[in-house]
T-cell receptor, first 112, second 114 residues
């Protein structure tokens, strides 16, 4: 069974204190790994897609990396507006529909 | 573009009542999805559609039905609502499955069944 585990469940940082969120996965035939940001009361918002081990993507203070077993979302010098829940998802399979499995998320709080 | 829109935003149902959650996208995406999100749980796929007239079950389809008569609309029907269907429901769409499958989500519908 495909599994996606995110850690920690919650993370509290001081403004400017860099850290990383982890997404570990156990799947057969990874097609892609996604990171989403979800603000309270809103739908998830797409951040990155990673396709192969060694790949990295950056957007402002966020950098996503991928290995064969896990992905990290590095947050450099975070600001209060980075506070949100960050979701990881993996896409597997082939053919017309490729199943996407979501993790339970890491709730990030950045304190001014 | 409005993206993915959902109505209503909130709804309270009594046990046994029925309702339809509406979802519309204006991005001409072929793929559409319905998820539910419960506290402490990941998003769970209820139903998906790969195009007009084509739908299929996801992980948790029991108690729900869908239809896809147009590219834009993908309504979710709850028949005989039960307390276990209390959740936040998200509709999403994507242009294709591979290699770019980023999904665009609506704002959600918070449903309470009492």
């Amino acid at each position: 069974e495909d599994q996606v585990t995110q850690s920690p469940e919650a993370l509290r940082l001081q403004e400017g204190e860099s850290s990383s969120l982890n997404c570990s996965y156990t799947v057969s035939g990874l097609r892609g790994l996604f990171w989403y940001r979800q603000d309270p009361g809103k739908g998830p918002e797409f951040l990155f897609t990673l396709y192969s081990a060694g790949e990295e993507k950056e957007k402002e203070r966020l950098k996503a990396t991928l290995t064969k077993k896990e992905s990290f979302l590095h947050i450099t010098a975070p600001k209060p507006e980075d506070s949100a829940t960050y979701l990881c998802a993996v896409q597997v399979g082939s053919g017309g529909y490729q199943k996407v499995t979501f993790g339970t998320g890491t709730k990030l709080q950045v304190i001014p | 573009n409005a993206g993915v829109t959902q109505t209503p935003k909130f709804r309270i149902l009594k046990i046994g009542q029925s309702m339809t959650l509406q979802c519309t996208q204006d991005m001409n995406h072929n793929y559409m999805y319905w998820y539910r999100q419960d506290p402490g749980m990941g998003l769970k796929l209820i139903y998906y559609s790969v195009g007009a007239g084509i739908t299929d079950k996801g992980e948790v389809p029991n108690g729900y039905n869908v239809s896809r008569s147009t590219t834009e609309d993908f309504p979710l029907r709850l028949e005989l609502a039960a307390p276990s269907q209390t959740s936040v429901y998200f509709c999403a769409s994507s242009p294709r499955t591979s290699p770019h499958n980023e999904q665009f989500f609506g704002p959600g519908t918070r449903l309470t069944v009492l």
